[in-house]
């Protein structure tokens, strides 16, 4: 066996050095750059026409000679290993806003992809890229304008010198969420909420007066959703940095809900790189121009047929794109990663989905603009970004967390009680293979381990209860409310009686709990893992 590994790795050796020395004869010529290598390809298009894929693989990696970088908004959970995948030389920039020792982060996290927006601005204001694109972490969105809600198809084709030519540009073509008017400021600073929820246009004309003092609040906005977009150096830098860092200092310091002061942003961005309020570019020529798809007869102002249609739910259903709403397979053909681990979901009953939308949209501010002809049952869309940040979501993952713990606790309180009434050397009972010491050693560590799983995703649900009970009692201004500090110190005080009852009957009850099986239990310590890892690895040698 050490005969082989040691033959194996002389063969990668060996691999390696000729496949170098055959990259350093083919790319030879003095070092011949990969610009000039690009620039000499049969496929290349033309300099007007160039797309942003290809133009990312004859640039510079280098902070400030690059032509094209793409910033991030991210949060931990969520999964950005699609752009590492498909977009290999692509210079990138994400950010991790939930995660203080990220390589890239944000003073603090508010605002939702604005925060990341103006922190990379002000960062880089004087090492800028050529062009900029700003996106979201998540391949498969609703809002992305393609068929499948697909951002990679959108990104491979995007023309970048339609982004140098324009200045600005948003990455949706499509007019339906935004234009051709989505906000009327001084009108909607008069109109009651919808259910007492306030959105940002109710609060657009006040915000507006803040960050651009002395401009004359428009009576109309009007730009295609949802804060994706492209804007050159020269466009970033029309504007002093101070005018970044003051619009920065503001999200910072606004009571507003991150759902509204995010949303502001959304429809801002457009004015602060020099648009008019309204901005809404014919959707054929920009579907042409932007993405090289010019030879549609189905176009017209507002979009084209069957490229964006606006999805039932906000939140695409599991196992999108390859399986559909209902559980359909829809034949996807589409690019995926090895294994992507898709499965065919359950179908939901259309009332809970209803239900789910509406409810997420209740504790998430959002827009009402979707066309209510198409969505009977869905009129209010929630559009919370990064998904993550939806309560919803957020209560369904940690309840399905908490009950995961439980069963694999059982599970090994199953292993410790097998252990206990047979033995390996019992003639009677000769023992299971689960019943090794080495297996037993193992499940006692890893119930440690879920008990503490379970016990973070108690608190953490206490926590989301008491966003929830926020939002419930003060509404998204409750700043507003004059009692709201003593309400807010009388939510403090229960959340803080609550959680010193739970961390009591942790002690207690998990300790009943393990000794009604057989077993012990206290706090997981660093040794514990420690050993969990070493008895891992002996089992694998």
């Known amino acids: 066996m050490l005969m082989r590994r040691g033959q194996h790795r002389w063969l990668v050796l060996c691999a390696a050095s000729i496949a170098t020395f055959l990259l350093i004869v083919y790319y030879g010529e003095n070092g011949t750059s990969i610009r000039r290598i690009a620039s000499s390809s049969p496929w290349r298009t033309s300099e007007t026409d160039t797309t942003a894929t290809q133009l990312s693989r004859m640039q510079p990696q280098h902070a400030g000679d690059a032509e094209l970088e793409i910033v991030v908004a991210s949060t931990k959970q969520e999964n950005v290993t699609w752009l590492r995948d498909y977009l290999l030389d692509w210079p990138k920039n994400i950010y991790v806003v939930d995660d203080a020792n990220a390589a890239l982060t ?3 996290n508010k605002g939702r992809e604005a925060m990341v927006v103006l922190t990379y601005i002000i960062d880089r204001y004087d090492s800028l890229p050529d062009t900029v694109l700003f996106h979201h972490a998540q391949r498969f969105q609703w809002h992305n304008d393609d068929p499948d809600y697909d951002a990679l198809q959108l990104l491979k084709r995007f023309r970048v010198s339609h982004l140098r030519s324009e200045g600005y540009i948003n990455l949706r073509c499509a007019w339906i969420l935004g234009c051709p008017v989505e906000i009327r400021p001084l009108v ?8 007492d929820i306030p959105h940002a246009k109710h609060i657009y ?9 002395g ?8 730009v295609p959703c949802c804060s994706q977009f492209g804007v050159t150096r020269e466009t970033i830098r029309a504007r002093p940095r101070e005018d970044y860092l003051r619009f920065r200092e503001w999200l910072v310091a606004t009571d507003l809900d991150d759902a509204i002061s995010g949303r502001v942003f959304e429809y801002a961005w457009h004015v602060i790189f020099n648009k008019e309020a309204v901005h809404c570019p014919n959707a054929a020529d920009c579907y042409c121009k ?5 030879d549609r007869p189905d176009c017209d102002e507002e979009g084209c047929s069957g490229q964006y249609n606006l999805p039932k739910y906000s ?24 294994n992507p681990r898709l499965r065919r979901p359950t179908k939901a009953p259309t009332q809970t989905r209803a239900f789910q939308a509406r409810l997420s949209f209740n504790l998430n501010e959002h827009r009402v603009a979707v066309r209510r002809e198409a969505h009977p049952d869905n009129n209010k869309m929630d559009r919370s970004q990064p998904a993550s940040s939806n309560l919803m979501e957020t209560h369904n993952r940690l309840v399905a967390a908490i009950l995961t713990h439980y069963r694999t606790l059982m599970m090994l309180a199953t292993v410790q009680a097998e252990a206990s009434s047979s033995s390996p050397s019992s003639s009677d009972h000769p023992g299971a293979p689960n019943t090794t010491p080495e297996a037993i050693a193992v499940a006692g560590i890893a119930m440690k381990m879920e008990f503490d799983g379970l016990y973070s995703s108690v608190k953490e649900l206490l926590t989301l209860s008491r966003r929830i009970k926020e939002l ?18 009388r939510v403090e005080a229960d959340v803080k009686a609550v959680a010193a009852a739970l961390a009591g009957m942790e002690e207690r009850r998990m300790g009943e709990m393990a000794a009604r099986h057989g077993g ?14 070493a008895l891992a690895g002996k089992q694998q040698q």
């Open 205 to 213: 004309s006040r915000a507006f007066a803040d960050l651009f003092p």
């Open 520 to 533: 012990k239990w206290e706090p997981l310590r660093r040794e514990d893992v420690l050993a969990l890892q």
């Open 290 to 294: 932007q993405y090289g798809m010019c």
């Open 315 to 338: 939140n695409l259903p599991q196992g999108w794109p390859m399986f559909g709403w209902d559980g359909e397979d829809r034949h996807w053909s589409g690019e995926l990663p090895p």
């Open 106 to 108: 944000v003073p603090q």
């Open 188 to 195: 909607d600073a008069d109109a009651p909420p919808e259910n």
């Open 472 to 489: 419930w009692v003060f509404g998204a201004l409750g700043q507003q409310d004059p009692k709201r500090a003593e309400r807010g110190a």
């Open 215 to 222: 401009v004359k609040v428009p009576e109309e906005v009007g």
